[in-house]
């Protein structure tokens, strides 16, 4: 039982480029998010899918696509990478049957340099 | 104003002391609250999660809530050089979809041995 797991681990891109970050969990945890991590600013909500076939955007979109491919994966794709999108990005669980008590498990993020 | 609030710290206190580390929040409807613990370099992990005014005890942690003051706090007994960390206060605001999680900017931890 692996958890939520996250490729790759580090990344440096130069502006313009594209990439996509993939996540995977083995919980069957219905939910998925993906969160970037900043100095000062904490974790920021990207995206998320409260269950397959659904996505919505978070506090910080802008820039970022995600696509719900299975139960399993939730992957998030840079178009066209800025320097701005220099950051830990994490993807996270949960199994969210409806309830308050919900808890999210996390993956151990990807490292991102953009150049 | 954000959602979720904590002093950065850093926060240093020496080992066998007790540490407190405070959050408040701006939703006066929020319903659940987490404090999650994340080394350097690592990912968060859940230490704690509180859904009830009053106390929860878990070992040597114990969250307090309070939803008239809208705080949350987090107490650390008996402190290790090992719970040296960031703490993170996250909270479920009550209109959000899925359950999403606004987190502080966390909390900086230092337990002198």
């Known amino acids: 039982n692996a958890g939520v797991t996250q490729t790759p681990k580090f990344q440096v891109l130069k502006t313009g480029q594209s990439m996509t970050l993939q996540c995977a969990q083995d919980m069957n945890h219905n939910s998925m998010y993906w969160y970037r991590q900043d100095p000062g600013m904490g974790l920021r909500l990207i995206y998320y899918s409260a269950s397959e076939g659904t996505t919505d955007k978070g506090e910080v979109p802008n820039g970022y696509n995600v696509s719900r491919l299975n139960k399993r994966e939730f992957s998030l794709r840079l178009e066209s990478a800025a320097p701005s999108q220099t950051s830990v990005y994490f993807c996270?669980?949960?199994?969210?049957?409806?309830?308050?008590?919900?808890?999210?498990?996390f993956g151990p993020g990807t490292r991102l340099t953009v150049l | 104003q954000k959602e979720v609030e904590q002093n950065s710290g850093p926060l240093s206190v020496p080992e066998g002391a007790i540490a407190s580390l405070n959050c408040t929040y701006s939703?006066?409807?929020?319903?659940?609250f987490f404090w999650y613990r994340q080394y350097s370099g690592k990912s968060p992990e859940l230490i704690m999660s509180i859904y009830s005014n009053g106390d929860k005890e878990d070992g040597r942690f114990t969250a307090q809530l309070n939803k008239a003051s809208q705080y949350v706090s987090l107490l650390i007994r008996d402190s290790q050089p090992s719970d040296s960390a960031t703490y993170l206060c996250?909270?479920?605001?009550?209109?959000?979809?899925?359950?999403?999680?606004?987190f502080g900017t966390g909390t900086r931890l230092t337990v002198i041995p």
């Open positions: 996270a669980s949960s199994e969210f049957t409806g309830g308050a008590s919900d808890t999210q498990y």
């Open positions: 996250a909270v479920i605001p009550h209109q959000t979809g899925a359950n999403n999680l606004f």
């Open positions: 939703d006066r409807v929020s319903q659940s």
